[in-house]
């Protein structure tokens, strides 16, 4: 019998589709070896033409991983060094032993912002992130960097949420014990007009943020913000966690509560503790410009006649207005309350803590109410047109029961409207008349 040995190891030589066949070898190699065949250009000149390759393949290839539109294009390229690496651990450093070490994302937003202070003036290590998209002014987004993150020594990394080589890289610089996940595109209305805004920075960069968390050794806790919003059409008051939630209004909602699914999935699979937090309707100073009570300030000062909404029938639209101190307090004792994930290198070891609670006022307070505040505060009469709400995504009504947040958080909101409002007022009138005087 002749062997077969020969025959076969002659077939294990041969690739099994000849045509694909490639050596491996990097780009690289081949354009280095092609420019020394043809031409005697000097080293210096191939460098450069690999250099301009890079940038051009940076430029082209890299998605934009944008929300809102931004200000230019940044790749993680840009972030890496070692100036940079010990900005972010000496912010991640707690004061003591017992400190939590943080991951805010959205930091430079309305409430990320706040959160990182309040977090970094109690003790705990502190990193931002914030892609500062201009969905809303970007001055703004820089003026809590310079004024709020800077002064109290929260390093905030310039990047997008959506890319895990500079998530992955921060994880490993820093052993995050918790997540506090704020960044997101808000709003209801702009989802008419930038829809995969909201898909890109709601699902896609959850996802990715996720994903990083769950395959790092230990996994943090994560504490995200949901919104009121998943209570969507529903008109049984005031809205407790146990009722349903799938008939959002806004695809902001929608992402929302894909949102909340999705982080069930991450705690079922991989053992994720993960608390979500269903804001009611936050105001306060440094605030969102996109929001009512913002944008009525600015047009009764302007002496701009303003759009009161009403509901079909005259009836009054009410929101569950919850003063941002109220809200930071939920968020800490949600982070201090969030027990430890379960999981490691990527798999679950037993169950993990999943939580979905309300965070608002309890006290509903009308449009035509918020309107005669401000006239008060700002003392001027308001120039007021009443419209029929849109049905674009706005609900008529919020009103939060937070007995579980009591329970689970010890929440207990303190500010009422007019009080809230006040301090808003104050910050609005110093940041937008120091403004005019160059002072910020
Ligand atoms: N303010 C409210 O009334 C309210 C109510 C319900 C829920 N929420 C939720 O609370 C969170 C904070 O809201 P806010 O009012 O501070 O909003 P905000 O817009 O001021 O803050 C969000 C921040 O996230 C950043 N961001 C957006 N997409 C990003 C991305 N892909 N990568 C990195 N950064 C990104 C933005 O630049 C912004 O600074 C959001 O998740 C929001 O949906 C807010
Ligand atoms: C609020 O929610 C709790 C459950 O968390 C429920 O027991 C209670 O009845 C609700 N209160 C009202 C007024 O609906």
């Known amino acids: 019998m002749t062997s077969l040995k020969p025959i076969l190891s002659h077939i294990d030589n041969i690739p099994s589709t000849p045509g694909k066949f490639k050596p491996e070898k990097s780009p690289l190699h ?7 065949l043809h031409t005697t250009l000097p080293r210096i000149t191939l460098w450069t033409l690999v250099f301009l390759a890079f940038i051009f393949l940076f430029f082209f290839l890299s998605p934009p991983y944008t929300a809102a539109p931004r200000r230019g294009l940044r790749t993680t390229a840009t972030y890496f060094g070692s100036g940079w690496e010990n900005q972010v651990k000496a912010s991640a450093k707690p004061r003591s032993r017992s400190g939590h070490t943080v991951l805010v994302t959205g930091a430079a937003g309305f409430v990320g912002s706040h959160a990182s202070v309040a977090l970094k003036h109690r003790g705990d290590g502190v990193v931002g992130l914030d892609n500062f998209n201009s969905y809303y002014e970007v001055s703004l987004k820089k003026a809590r960097k310079s004024h709020l993150l800077d002064r109290a020594g929260v390093f905030i990394v310039d990047g997008d949420i959506n890319d895990a080589v500079l998530l992955r890289k921060l994880f490993g610089i820093v052993h995050f014990t918790h997540v506090l996940h704020l960044a997101a595109q808000a709003g209801v209305r702009y989802a008419m007009v930038n829809p995969s805004s ?8 959850f996802v990715n943020l996720l994903e990083v968390s769950k395959s790092v050794n230990p996994q943090p806790a994560i504490v995200w913000a949901s919104s009121s919003s998943v209570y969507g059409l529903n008109s ?4 407790s966690e146990k009722d349903r939630t799938d008939q959002p209004a806004s695809l902001y909602a929608a992402t929302k509560k894909a949102g909340e699914e999705i982080a069930h999935t991450y705690n079922h699979i991989y053992g994720l503790s993960i608390t979500g937090l269903r804001f009611f309707t936050v105001y306060g100073p440094w605030g969102r410009p996109d929001m009512a009570y913002f944008f009525f300030t600015k047009d009764i000062l302007k002496r701009r006649t303003i759009s009161v909404f009403e509901g079909p029938d005259h009836a009054t639209v009410s929101r569950d207005f919850t003063y941002i101190d109220d809200i930071l307090k939920g968020c800490l004792s949600a982070l201090d309350t969030a027990k430890k994930s379960t999981g490691s290198g990527g798999k679950k070891k037993g169950e993990a803590q999943f939580r979905i609670i309300n965070l608002g006022n309890t006290s509903p307070v009308s449009v035509n109410k918020l309107v005669s505040i401000l006239e008060k505060l700002l003392k001027v009469k308001a120039k007021k047109k009443v419209v029929l709400m849109p049905r674009n995504g706005d609900v008529p009504f919020t009103h939060a029961n937070i007995t579980l ?10 500010t009422d409207l007019e009080t809230g409002l006040q301090k808003f007022v104050k910050w609005y009138l110093d940041y937008y008349g120091g403004k005019k005087k160059g002072s910020w």
Request: net charge positive; no cysteine.
């Open 405 to 414: 947040a009591r329970k689970q958080l010890g929440y207990r909101p303190t």
């Open 198 to 205: 909201y898909i890109k920075s709601n699902v896609d960069g």
């Open 236 to 239: 049984k008051v005031p809205f």
């Open 30 to 36: 081949y354009l280095h070896h092609r420019l020394r």
